[in-house]
């Protein structure tokens, strides 16, 4: 088993920035992938962003050039940096951690981003 303990996000204006954080812990040798999804109000849950262990990251169309994804291995800690944010960046962020074999993630409890106009 993994857990996943995500930590801050909270209430910006717009233009702000917020940084997330997520711990690792447990049964970690498989996880290879962690990760940012987002899910607004009555939406489904999208992708943000993506980072290997490696250090190879993607990003949704939405948040290139304003999120960056980072991880410390040695920490076993995933972030977010979120800056320049906008209203439609309001959701409840989580974290993902992608275990190789058997396939399955692990999910952050999830954390309240709200961005004011």
């Known amino acids: 088993q993994v857990q996943l303990v995500q930590s801050g996000g909270g209430l910006v204006q717009a233009g702000g920035s917020l940084r997330l954080s997520c711990a690792a812990s447990?049964?970690?040798?498989?996880?290879?992938?962690m990760g940012w999804y987002r899910q607004a109000p009555g939406k489904a849950r999208r992708l943000v962003a993506r980072?290997?262990?490696?250090?190879?990251?993607n990003y949704a169309d939405s948040v290139k050039g304003r999120f960056t994804i980072s991880r410390d291995n040695a920490k076993n800690t995933v972030y977010l940096q979120m800056n320049s944010l906008k209203p439609e960046d309001t959701a409840v962020y989580y974290c993902?951690?992608?275990?190789?074999?058997?396939?399955?993630?692990?999910w952050g409890q999830g954390t309240q981003v709200t961005v004011s106009s």
């Open positions: 447990g049964s970690i040798i498989g996880i290879n992938t």
């Open positions: 980072i290997s262990s490696g250090g190879s990251a």
């Open positions: 993902v951690a992608e275990q190789d074999w058997p396939s399955r993630d692990y």
